[in-house]
């Protein structure tokens, strides 16, 4: 760091390094901002309406940090809100959002970013330096009481440093190639984005960081600020949410990359607990999009008279998103499932893969590993899912002391246990994979059983580690997340650390590969602990779906073509958000209906990025 730098950095706030002001920025910078990328946007696209969507369950905070935040409608608030730079979907090169250029400084820690001056939160306040610098104490303080958040803004960010209101500097804990520094800084689910300090009064400080005592509380359903083009408002509690566009002097518009998107005025969801409801709603026509990944839904219940009259349209996209971690999470701090042998038994006694094939149709693909895929190098070349073997299961049921069989079948040991453990999952839907699960796993005298908790509310249940097993996939990122699902700090509730899963040995390795500088060498520190969690036993690997199925009322348009690399639903109203509807086609459609007018059937599969 210059030494400039180093005077100008001050610690404040119990000892914790923080915030700095400094006066002059250094003179050798090589400013990038990558302005000349090609466009995935439409120029074909219009403005207006309401995109009319659902969601399963209401969220059980409106807040984008602290319990029980890491579901609902986060997505909307803090991951699908613009960031410093995000990647381009296509070419993968960095592009701007909040920030108009960026240079790296010559210590491999730090970032320079000048922010658009334009930008403005969506209360019109100016976006500056200064929300950066409370974002810093904002996730540091323990009043969020968010773990995770607490760490990686201790641990792996230094400081940030003000150089006027539109320029700043974040520095990294550790060195790290640039490019890792730039996925670090603007990797979606860091929330490393600035936070409305004129917002965040507190009422009372008594620890004197700068964030609420009474923070969880007090902003549970307080809808903050964005960057973003919607703001939420209007809340119906446990019914809907409206979100509203900021306009079209929005601040975004004045950047290439934002102009053509998120073209709809309102984006409304409405609380439809069961998927089969809301897919008659959709075809009466109250929503306006309808998801068809589910393979009973794209091949036996998307050919109703709607679809065949050319009113509802169908789409397949492929991408190649980065697949998170997840399949089944075993709770390995509850009896008996601490010990490896039973984990083992688990594992084979998984029938993954006849699940696929029997009960998806073969459409989904089967997870090489249970922390994900598409990590490019940070993957094991030779990672492979465990076979279904009933045989081997009973064998380690046996050596963990399970040696009886029960007059049901199901293995008890000589205290008169049963091998028995509970599946926790979130949506009715998933209930047929599970009894397809239970049933295998009955080959092998283990028994599952099926423990549905509504939606969010699971989420929740998982959190607070009450679950046996977890039927769940997590988001993913194109740099594995091991920290938070593996180490033995995050073992306690509110963390996803789902399988509550504790090791020393692992804990070096974690540590090893967030300090680790040499690209090639955290390549091997990650093989390594991608085959010490596959020896673990403590995730048995699911499915991954590298595509998007939807279907659509022709009236909602999308660019040619539909996908990008990273779309991950052609449909969703932030992030990407590139599709628009046609007022005109609407009333087309509407008119036909009532006379009796039919269109062609259409379907569209756009294989470009299959894999």
Request: proline fraction near 6%; aromatic fraction near 14%; include cysteine.
């Amino acid at each position: 760091m210059d030494k400039s730098i180093k005077l100008a950095v001050l610690s404040v706030f119990m000892g914790l390094s923080c915030v700095a002001t400094a006066s002059t920025l250094p003179e050798d910078l090589e400013w990038i901002s990558n302005m000349n990328e090609p466009l995935f946007a439409s120029e074909q696209a219009k403005r207006g309406g309401t995109f009319r969507s659902f969601m399963a369950s209401f969220p059980q905070t409106l807040r984008s940090v602290g319990p029980d935040a890491n579901s609902g409608l986060r997505h909307y608030f803090m991951d699908g809100t613009p960031k410093l730079a995000a990647r381009h979907p296509n070419t993968g090169k960095w592009i701007p959002q909040l920030a108009e250029a960026w240079a790296f400084g010559n210590d491999f820690k730090t970032v320079y970013f000048k922010l658009n001056t334009e930008a403005e939160w969506s209360d019109g306040e100016p976006i500056t330096a200064d929300d950066y610098l409370f974002m810093l104490k904002y996730y540091r303080s323990k009043d969020i009481i968010d773990p995770w958040y607490n760490d990686f803004f201790t641990n792996s960010i230094d400081t940030i440093v003000k150089y006027g209101d539109h320029t700043i500097a974040i520095i990294a804990q550790t060195a790290k190639s640039n490019d890792e520094l730039m996925v670090m800084i603007n990797l979606p689910s860091n929330g490393l984005q600035p936070r409305p300090e004129h917002f965040f009064k507190p009422d009372k400080d008594t620890n004197n960081d700068g964030i609420d005592d009474n923070f969880v509380r007090k902003y549970n359903f307080k809808s903050e600020p964005t960057a973003g083009a919607y703001f939420l408002d209007n809340v119906k509690k446990g019914k809907s949410v409206t979100f509203k566009h900021i306009g079209k002097d929005w601040w975004g518009y004045g950047n290439r990359y934002y102009q053509n998107r998120y073209n709809v005025d309102k984006i409304r969801l409405r609380v439809i607990r069961d998927n089969d409801i809301a897919r008659k709603h959709f075809e009466k026509g109250d929503l306006d999009t309808f998801g068809l990944v589910l393979p009973q839904l794209w091949h036996d219940k998307s050919n109703s008279q709607p679809y065949q009259k050319g009113y509802i349209h169908k789409f397949w996209g492929y991408n190649q998103v980065a697949q998170g971690a997840g399949g089944i999470w075993i709770n390995t701090a509850k009896p008996p499932l601490d010990n490896i042998d039973v984990r083992k038994g688990l594992t084979y006694a998984t029938d993954f893969d006849g699940m696929i094939k029997n009960v998806l149709r073969g459409d989904y693909v089967r997870k090489p590993h249970g922390l994900g895929f598409g990590h490019g190098d940070y993957d094991r070349t030779d990672n492979k899912p465990p076979e279904f073997n009933p045989e081997l299961a009973a064998q380690f049921f046996t050596k963990a002391g399970f040696e009886i069989i029960g007059p049901d079948g199901i293995r008890v040991n000589k205290q008169g246990l049963r091998l028995s453990f509970a599946v926790t999952y979130g949506f009715p839907i998933w209930s047929p994979r599970i009894a397809y699960l239970k049933e295998q796993a009955k080959l092998a005298g283990l028994e599952l059983t099926l423990n549905l908790v509504d939606g969010s509310s699971a989420f929740k249940y998982i959190l607070e580690k009450k679950h046996d097993l977890a039927f769940l996939n997590m988001g993913g990122g194109e740099i594995p997340a091991y920290w938070e699902y593996l180490h033995s700090k995050n073992v306690k509730p509110q963390t996803n650390n789902h399988a509550n899963y504790s090791s020393p040995a692992l804990d070096a390795k974690i540590d090893a590969f967030k300090s680790e500088f040499d690209v090639r060498k955290r390549y091997q520190i990650s093989h390594t602990i991608q085959k010490m969690v596959t020896e673990a036993y403590i995730i048995v690997p699911g499915y991954m779906v590298p595509y998007t199925r939807e279907a659509h009322w022709r009236w909602i348009q999308y660019p040619a073509p539909g996908m990008t690399k990273k779309t991950e639903s052609i449909f969703y109203p932030v992030e990407l958000g590139t599709f628009w509807i046609d007022v005109d086609i609407k009333k087309e459609t509407k008119a036909a209906m009532k006379q009796g007018k039919v269109f062609e059937p259409v379907t569209v599969i756009d294989d470009a990025y299959k894999l």
